[in-house]
């Protein structure tokens, strides 16, 4: 009778260590691949400000947002604000925009390349 207790035991000892390993696996899954997502949103051109895209002119701003796809659906990106910052001399326009499909929000800055002829 200990016997057969004791292999019950071990059973559901086993039985609890694969369950809970497979949802610990699952979780580093889901980790890892919003790591990925997050990286992906780092590298996109004009993610941060010391890489902002250069443009020629204000109005070649907005359609360039809205040309590049969502990068968690693959939706379409508008437009919500598009404010200037000045930082000292420099002046940057920030794009905020969001997801259609899945209402991701992203902020992207563009500098337009100066007019001024020397
Ligand atoms: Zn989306």
């Known amino acids: ?16 260590a694969v369950i809970v390993g497979r949802r610990v696996s699952q979780i580093d899954r889901i980790r890892a691949a919003s790591d ?4 992906a949103e780092l590298l996109r051109e004009g993610a941060v400000r010391e890489r902002a895209i250069e443009v020629d002119s204000p109005a070649q701003i907005e359609p360039r947002v809205e040309r590049e796809p ?26 905020r925009a969001a997801c259609g499909g899945c209402g991701a929000r ?13």
């Open 70 to 95: 969502c990068l968690r659906c693959g939706g379409r990106i508008h437009v919500e604000a598009h404010e200037i910052e000045t930082i000292g001399e420099l002046v940057l326009r920030r794009v």
């Open 1 to 16: 009778v200990n016997v057969v207790l004791g292999l019950a035991v071990v059973a559901a000892l086993v039985w609890i």
């Open 36 to 39: 990925g997502l997050a990286q």
């Open 106 to 118: 992203s902020i992207t800055w563009f500098r337009v390349r100066s007019s001024v002829v020397h």
